[in-house]
């Protein structure tokens, strides 16, 4: 089960009720945390999180709502007793950044840290999943992001109960692809198993609608989507390389995505219920984030 908590579902400024930028997806004991705004780690403390859960940071680009955060998470997680590595993944520029940064104040280097600059494509894969990125259309280098877990096989109990085969080693085995014998006879993967998709989430945030946004949410069982503003403000969206929350849903239709949940919002709005109406009418499994919603995917 993949779980998804929205740390911060503002635009620009924090609000009374949202905080700027942040997603952690927590999925086979890693936390990968999308953009780090203003205030993020208290958002966890205020759900008595451990902000130690983190394990890798995916920044989408260097505006500050985006990324005020970072300094004293950072710090934070360096001042445990065991300090593990975090990857740091942004656009170009991310390195340079950093460094200014960490040279703005007595920044206690404890915490080892990998920072890595990425581009169009896959950046990072393990066994069970793989992080990709897509270039947005913003107005600095700015980057879309995809978790995309991996297929597995399940194994089929009914079968493998029918036969007799005990938990242990030979159903590891199967699980992994790998034909057995038992009881002096050949049992098939294929036979014994059967394949479960992976699941797909897709960030998308900060950017004018373009083609990447649409190739990078591609099938997506669940995409999150800036909603900056409702559709009467379309050109000012435009001007500032934004989406309107109808942009957000085309997105969805088009990409053949399951889910959409519209975050990201303007501090104009004291409700999202507009912005959810406008994009229910041109995609129906739509919904509006607030902070601390947790979607399981």
């Known amino acids: 089960m993949i779980e998804v908590l929205f740390l911060g579902t503002s635009c620009m400024k924090p609000t009374k009720e949202r905080n700027p930028a942040a997603v952690l997806i927590s999925y086979a004991g890693e936390g990968i945390l999308m953009d780090c705004g203003e205030g993020t780690q208290r958002q ?15 920044i989408t680009h260097w505006h500050g709502d985006h990324v005020l955060g970072l300094p004293g998470l950072l710090q934070t997680i360096g001042s445990e007793d065991r300090p593990k590595t975090i ?56 980057l879309g992001y995809a978790f995309v877990e991996k297929d ?8 493998v109960k029918k036969l ?7 159903l590891g085995k199967l699980q992994m692809g790998k034909d057995i014998e038992w009881k002096g006879k050949k049992v098939t993967a294929e ?28 099938d997506a069982d669940l995409l999150i989507s800036e909603s900056v ?9 435009s001007q500032y390389k934004h989406m309107t ?37 041109h995609f129906s499994n739509v919904l509006c984030a607030y902070d601390f919603l947790k979607v399981k995917v």
């Not at 966890?44 to 995916?58: E, N, Q, S």
């Not at 597995?152 to 079968?159: A, L, M, Q």
């Not at 036979?191 to 946004?213: F, H, L, Q, R």
Request: include cysteine; proline fraction near 4%; charged fraction near 30%.
């Open 44 to 58: 966890f403390r205020a759900i008595d999180m451990k902000p130690t859960k983190v394990t890798k940071i995916l």
């Open 87 to 142: 990857e740091i993944y942004g656009p170009r520029g991310t390195k340079k950044f950093f460094e200014n940064m960490a040279h703005s104040f007595y920044f206690d280097r404890v915490l080892d840290m990998k920072i890595v600059e990425v581009e169009n494509g896959r950046f990072f894969e393990n066994e069970s999943f793989a992080l990709e990125a897509m270039e947005l259309e913003h107005n600095v280098p700015t």
């Open 152 to 159: 597995r096989r399940r194994i089929s109990v009914p079968f």
């Open 164 to 170: 007799g085969i005990p938990d242990g080693p030979l």
């Open 191 to 218: 036979e014994a198993t059967s394949i479960v998709k992976g699941k797909k989430i897709a960030y998308i945030t900060d950017t004018a609608i373009c083609k990447n946004c649409i190739t990078l949410a591609q």
């Open 229 to 237: 503003y409702e559709e009467g403000l379309h050109e000012k969206a």
């Open 245 to 281: 929350a109808v942009q957000a849903a085309s997105i969805a239709n088009t990409a053949n995505v399951k889910k959409l949940v519209l975050t990201h919002f303007s501090q104009r709005y004291k409700t999202t219920e507009k912005v959810q109406e406008e994009a229910k009418a």
